[in-house]
Every structure is written in structure tokens, then in C-alpha cells.
């Protein structure tokens, strides 16, 4: 049932990014994946507080569910360096360069903002995210 | 169909359906990656103590291949769909999305960085890096 609910989860997470870009890109037509990066630092944002929220064991479920499903669809890893590489314009731009540092910058913030007592808590255990 | 093209409702329904599908996929296929009992390898390798043991070393692993495997997949035979195309959408919005995470790996740098902050900063910059990398030869693979 977890696993089944984790993989909902992540569909639902790729739904609600892909109606993200597609509404911004219907407003800014443009190949570049600003939309994708609002998505991963939201995304980052919601990890950061599931992470240091649902700690209980009544909440370790859910806390999988929201990491790895929700928050793992939402939040793509490949958008970027695609972008990068995919030569939509022909070259490789030196903005999509900045976009990846910006990226994992907002990313590292977002998760650091949310999460203040990262590692204090003895529930806490890092290798049993997935999202 | 250029990016920025308004699709019909029915359109955008489907486009939903096929990205969910495919999303289904990818989250189901990295869950699973991520369940394997992997602590045993690790332990040998990085040690049971220390930074290098908290480190999400399988999903850095799907994040590698997965974008490479997008990567050679948009450079190669979806080298002229657009972002609405519906393969595109499935293979990459939706499977390629779900497969690879971006939010858990820097959950893990939060722990990472309790335990050692240059540890935490040198996995950040091997995560940047390996996506990168992972890209560029992905990409190369069909330049030649």
C-alpha cells in the first residue's frame, strides 16, 4: 500500500509541475527552464519541512510518501543539465550555466531555511529519504 | 507546435494523464532502487561512521543515470519534439521526472552538514558536477 500511495504520489508531483511550466510558458514563451527551477525550490521547500516536521512514527509513512513521492516528482534532477546540453538555441548558453548555480543554490537555502535543527533529532534518519 | 502553444482542454487532459503515467513509472522505479539494502556495500566501502556514510549514494546513482539517459534521449530521438509533444512528455516530463529527485538529495546535505560542512560542501559540488558530467556525455554520445 505504501509503495502504491509513493508512486500516486509521484505521479501527482509530476502533474503539478508539468501544469507549472506549461502555465508559465503559455504567459513566457521560452525554452529555458525557469518554470523547472521554481518547481525544485518549491519542491525543496516542502522536502525541507516534511524532513524536520513529520518525525513521529506515526508519521514515517507519510513523511515517505510526501519525500520521495510527492516531493521526487516535483522535483526533477535532469531539468537543468538538459538545458544545458539539449542545444535548443544551438549553443550552449552561458546563462543555463547560471541557471544550474542558481538552482542548487535556491535548493540548498530552501532546505536549510526550513530545516534549522537538521541532524539534532535521534528520528532523524538520513538514508531512509527517497524523495 | 511551438512551447508556449495553449492547448485544448482535451489536449491538456491527456498531456496530464500521460505525464502522470509516466511519472507513475519513474517515482515506482527509483522507490524500489532505493529499498534495496545497499548498507552492507557502503559500509566496506565509505565506512560506518562519517559524512561519506550519510550521503544518498543510490538515488546520486539514479540522479547520474537519469539524466544521462534523458539526455541521449532528447539529443537522439526526441531531438524535434517540442515540450507538448506527448512521447516527450512521457519519457521525460513524466518517467525521466519521477525517476531522478533533486529536493531528498539536499535533505541529505542538511545531515551531511551536522556532521561536517565541508563534507556537505563537497557533496554539493559532486552533485552539481556529476549532473553536469552526466549531461555532457549523454549529449556527446550523439555528436559523433
Given at each position: 500500500v505504501n509503495l502504491l500511495l509513493v508512486t500516486l504520489a509521484g505521479a501527482l508531483g509530476c502533474v503539478?509541475?508539468?501544469?507549472?511550466?506549461?502555465?508559465?510558458?503559455?504567459?513566457?514563451?521560452?525554452?529555458?527552464?525557469?518554470?523547472?527551477?521554481?518547481?525544485?525550490?518549491?519542491?525543496?521547500?516542502?522536502?525541507?519541512?516534511?524532513?524536520?516536521q513529520l518525525t513521529s512514527s506515526m508519521e514515517v509513512h507519510i513523511r515517505t510518501i510526501?519525500?520521495?513521492?510527492?516531493?521526487?516528482?516535483?522535483?526533477?534532477?535532469?531539468?537543468?543539465?538538459?538545458?544545458?546540453?539539449?542545444?535548443?538555441?544551438?549553443?550552449?548558453?552561458?546563462?543555463?550555466?547560471?541557471?544550474?548555480?542558481?538552482?542548487?543554490c535556491t535548493g540548498a537555502l530552501e532546505v536549510s531555511r526550513t530545516y534549522p535543527h537538521v541532524?539534532?533529532?535521534?528520528?532523524?534518519e538520513a538514508r531512509r529519504f527517497g524523495g | 507546435m511551438a512551447p508556449h502553444t495553449t492547448?485544448?482542454?482535451?489536449?491538456?487532459?491527456?498531456?496530464?494523464?500521460?505525464?502522470?503515467?509516466?511519472?507513475?513509472?519513474g517515482t515506482l522505479l527509483r522507490d524500489l532502487a532505493l529499498r534495496i539494502d545497499t548498507t552492507h556495500w557502503f559500509i566496506q566501502i565509505v565506512g560506518a561512521t562519517g559524512w561519506a556514510s550519510r550521503v544518498p549514494w543510490v538515488l546520486a546513482l539514479v540522479n547520474i543515470v537519469g539524466v544521462y539517459l534523458a539526455t541521449v534521449a532528447l539529443r537522439g530521438p526526441l531531438v524535434r519534439h517540442d515540450p507538448n509533444n506527448l512521447t516527450r512528455l512521457v519519457i521525460i516530463t513524466g518517467f525521466f521526472g519521477g525517476f531522478t529527485s533533486y529536493s531528498s538529495l539536499y535533505v541529505s546535505l542538511g545531515t551531511i552538514w551536522h556532521v561536517s560542512v565541508l563534507g556537505a560542501l563537497f557533496t554539493a559540488l559532486l552533485a552539481v558536477l556529476?549532473?553536469?558530467?552526466?549531461a555532457w556525455l549523454g549529449a556527446r554520445s550523439w555528436s559523433k
Open positions: 503539478v509541475r508539468y501544469l507549472f511550466e506549461y502555465s508559465v510558458r503559455a504567459h513566457h514563451p521560452t525554452l529555458r527552464p525557469w518554470a523547472t527551477v521554481g518547481a525544485n525550490a518549491l519542491g525543496c521547500g516542502i522536502a525541507g519541512w516534511a524532513a524536520y510526501v519525500l520521495t513521492g510527492f516531493c521526487g516528482g516535483l522535483t526533477p534532477r535532469q531539468g537543468t543539465p538538459l538545458a544545458i546540453f539539449r542545444g535548443d538555441s544551438g549553443r550552449h548558453s552561458p546563462t543555463l550555466w547560471s541557471f544550474f548555480c542558481s538552482r542548487s541532524g539534532r533529532s535521534t528520528k532523524f | 492547448l485544448t482542454p482535451r489536449q491538456l487532459l491527456t498531456a496530464v494523464v500521460v505525464v502522470a503515467a509516466g511519472g507513475a513509472v556529476s549532473g553536469v558530467v552526466a
